[in-house]
């Protein structure tokens, strides 16, 4: 399997990334993204772009892979809906367009959150655009689109998140991720669990075409045996 993969220098991305480069049945990754992940590795292929909206140009490179890992998103803190439509929805659409061009047998795989709303009609404003965007890559011809709607990621390896609240939120959090899994282990992914369901739904495809925690638990988990 040769892989494409948006935002590998995010906490989720780095997570998929370190996977796929273990995984000896993935042949080729391509890391697509504003700023070099920093790893090196014989079967990584790196285009660092500072424009993620249009890929005109490098189109024709975008052949030949059979899954793609939507890892990049950012924090709605802050953002009105102009701003994160362009950085969710707009990003997003434009480079699966491209794709679905090139690699119509590819199994897309978006990372998307927990409460996204579907309906897009919903009060959460980072919710409308979260489920406009997964309606939206339903409409494009791929072989499959899959949504992962994780809640509560813990990160492991020494990955960190870039933003930082969030890695904030997570060392004062770490003593309580064992609780958490403890009490809900279904609810409560971590970086690399997340990664091998991934992975797993960009090989095979799923039941569902949206995974909510549970539903990424039960994979992650099939994906060990």
């Given at each position: 399997?040769?892989?494409?993969?948006?935002?590998?220098?995010?906490?989720?991305?780095?997570?998929?990334?370190?996977?796929?480069?273990a995984?000896?049945?993935?042949?080729?990754?391509?890391?697509?993204?504003?700023?070099?992940?920093?790893?090196?590795?014989?079967?990584?292929?790196?285009?660092?772009?500072?424009?993620?909206?249009?890929?005109?140009?490098?189109?024709?490179?975008?052949?030949?892979?059979?899954?793609?890992?939507?890892?990049?998103?950012?924090s709605?803190?802050?953002m009105?809906?102009a701003?994160?439509?362009?950085?969710?929805?707009?990003?997003?659409?434009?480079?699966?367009?491209?794709?679905?061009?090139?690699?119509?047998?590819?199994?897309?795989?978006?990372?998307?959150?927990?409460?996204?709303?579907?309906?897009?009609?919903?009060?959460?404003?980072?919710a409308?655009?979260?489920?406009?965007?997964?309606?939206?890559?339903?409409?494009?011809?791929?072989?499959?689109?899959i949504?992962?709607?994780?809640?509560?990621?813990q990160?492991?390896?020494?990955?960190?998140?870039?933003?930082?609240?969030?890695r904030?939120?997570?060392?004062?959090?770490w003593?309580?991720?064992?609780?958490?899994?403890?009490?809900?282990?279904?609810?409560?992914?971590?970086?690399?669990?997340?990664?091998r369901?991934?992975?797993?739904?960009?090989?095979?495809?799923?039941?569902?075409?949206?995974?909510e925690?549970?539903?990424?638990?039960?994979?992650?988990?099939?994906?060990?045996?």
């Amino acid at each position: 399997m040769n892989v494409v993969i948006f935002g590998a220098t995010g906490m989720v991305g780095q997570g998929v990334l370190h996977a796929c480069l273990a995984d000896a049945t993935i042949g080729r990754v391509l890391a697509i993204g504003r700023t070099p992940t920093g790893v090196s590795h014989p079967k990584l292929r790196e285009l660092v772009r500072a424009d993620l909206a249009n890929y005109a140009d490098i189109e024709a490179e975008l052949t030949g892979y059979d899954a793609c890992f939507w890892c990049l998103g950012v924090s709605s803190f802050r953002m009105d809906e102009a701003r994160y439509t362009r950085t969710t929805y707009d990003l997003t659409m434009a480079a699966a367009t491209a794709l679905s061009r090139r690699n119509p047998a590819m199994i897309f795989v978006f990372v998307s959150g927990a409460g996204a709303d579907s309906s897009e009609r919903g009060r959460v404003m980072w919710a409308r655009v979260k489920g406009r965007t997964e309606n939206a890559l339903r409409r494009l011809p791929f072989k499959a689109v899959i949504v992962v709607r994780p809640a509560i990621i813990q990160p492991l390896r020494g990955i960190r998140s870039k933003t930082a609240s969030y890695r904030l939120s997570y060392s004062l959090a770490w003593p309580v991720f064992a609780l958490l899994r403890s009490l809900a282990p279904q609810l409560v992914l971590t970086t690399d669990s997340l990664a091998r369901a991934m992975i797993r739904a960009g090989r095979h495809g799923a039941d569902k075409t949206i995974l909510e925690a549970r539903d990424i638990h039960a994979l992650a988990t099939k994906a060990q045996r």
